[in-house]
């Protein structure tokens, strides 16, 4: 189901939605709804990601282990190349 919503928008940004979605062959409605899609998802995305690294920095505070970075790219790149690789080991802080 969908609701109906009244957007005010600038002129010049009207005039600018209307140039692109015509480039794209759609409809502005169409074009700014799959705008708003769009920025949603990412705002989506980027809040999932936060969360994501507030709870690392959660667990490196409780558990206090870390990895060094050059080791884990020394193993990354050893593992894609096909060579033997010594996995890191966690260090605490």
Do not use: N
């Given at each position: 189901?969908?609701?109906?919503?009244?957007?005010?928008?600038?002129?010049?940004?009207?005039?600018?939605?209307?140039?692109?979605?015509?480039?794209?062959?759609?409809?502005?409605?169409?074009?700014?709804?799959?705008?708003?899609?769009?920025?949603?998802?990412?705002?989506?995305?980027?809040?999932?990601?936060?969360?994501?690294?507030?709870?690392?920095?959660?667990?490196?505070?409780?558990?206090?282990?870390?990895?060094?970075?050059?080791?884990i790219?020394?193993?990354?790149?050893?593992?894609?190349?096909?060579?033997?690789?010594k996995?890191?080991?966690?260090?605490?802080?």
């Open positions: 189901m969908t609701s109906t919503t009244t957007l005010k928008l600038p002129e010049e940004l009207k005039a600018r939605i209307a140039s692109a979605a015509q480039k794209a062959g759609k409809t502005p409605h169409a074009f700014m709804i799959e705008a708003l899609a769009a920025h949603t998802a990412l705002a989506e995305r980027r809040m999932e990601f936060l969360a994501s690294a507030y709870a690392a920095e959660q667990e490196v505070a409780e558990y206090g282990l870390v990895y060094d970075a050059d080791e790219f020394s193993y990354l790149r050893d593992k894609v190349t096909g060579k033997r690789a996995r890191p080991r966690p260090v605490k802080l």
